[in-house]
């Protein structure tokens, strides 16, 4: 079985690079474009991350990554911020709403990926074969 990742973003752009890199690295990706589509996604697929955009329509990012803290059926999912925001302060917001973890956009598809897993809880699955 893939590894599962939710990408909450609503920009089809940034979509389309993290979806294209991720599944190059043999990652399964699960959309969402906006906050409230994410929460549902995150309870119904059980992914094993979510990455989530900050300036997303429906709710903002901070809001999401609380509600995910605050739902024991998701709570354990590690988050990681991805925003285009880089103003002090930033990284601190984006923690206490229960990320653990922060990427700038614009990504860099050269890290990307490391940075992903960097984040990504180690499965037993993965010391096997690729299926
Ligand atoms: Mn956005």
């Known amino acids: 079985m893939k590894t599962k990742i939710l990408v909450i973003e609503d920009n089809e752009q940034n979509m389309y690079l993290m979806k294209f890199i991720l599944e190059q690295n043999g990652y399964e990706v699960i ?9 549902d996604w995150a309870r119904n697929a059980a992914p094993a991350l979510i990455l989530l955009d900050i300036q997303i329509p429906v709710m903002d ?9 605050g739902n024991p059926e998701t709570s354990s999912i590690p988050v990681v911020a991805v925003t285009s925001y880089a103003m002090v302060g930033d990284r ?8 653990s973890g922060y990427l700038e956009k614009p990504i860099d598809p050269d890290t990307f990926v490391s940075d992903v897993e960097m984040h990504l809880p180690v499965q037993s699955s993965d010391l096997g074969g690729s299926e």
């Open 92 to 99: 601190e917001r984006v923690m206490a709403a229960g990320c």
């Open 61 to 69: 990012g901070y809001e999401v990554a609380e509600k995910l803290k």
């Open 31 to 39: 959309q969402a474009w906006n906050g409230e589509e994410g929460l």
